[in-house]
C-alpha cells in the first residue's frame, strides 16, 4: 500500500472517530436534559392533588424515563 492510501485511510478512521465523539457528546446532552425535567416531574407530581392532572404527569414522567432509558443504552451499546 502507497503511503497515500494510508493516510487516507488513517483520516477516514479519524473523522468516523470524531463523528462517534461528538453524537456521544449530544446523546449526554439530551439526557442530562431529560433526567432535569425528569425530576421536575416528579416534584410536581408530588404536590399536584387532581386525579387527572396526576395522571397526565405520570404517562408524561413514564414516556420520559423510557426515552432516558433508550439514550442511556444507546450509549453504553456505543461505548462497549
Known amino acids: 500500500m502507497k503511503l497515500k492510501?494510508?493516510?487516507?485511510?488513517?483520516s477516514a478512521a479519524d473523522a468516523k472517530q470524531h463523528n462517534r465523539d461528538?453524537?456521544?457528546f449530544?446523546?449526554?446532552r439530551v439526557l442530562k436534559k431529560l433526567k432535569s425535567k425528569?425530576?421536575?416531574?416528579q416534584q410536581m407530581l408530588a404536590v399536584e392533588t387532581d386525579s387527572e392532572e396526576r395522571e397526565?404527569?405520570?404517562?408524561?414522567?413514564n414516556i420520559l424515563h423510557l426515552?432516558?432509558?433508550?439514550?442511556?443504552?444507546l450509549l453504553k451499546e456505543d461505548g462497549a
Not at 5 to 10: G, H, I
Not at 38 to 41: A, G, K, N, V, Y
Request: aromatic share 4%.
Open 5 to 10: 492510501e494510508l493516510w487516507m485511510q488513517l
Open 22 to 24: 461528538q453524537e456521544r
Open 26 to 28: 449530544a446523546v449526554s
Open 38 to 41: 425528569e425530576q421536575r416531574l
Open 56 to 61: 397526565q404527569l405520570q404517562l408524561q414522567l
Open 67 to 73: 426515552q432516558r432509558e433508550k439514550g442511556l443504552h
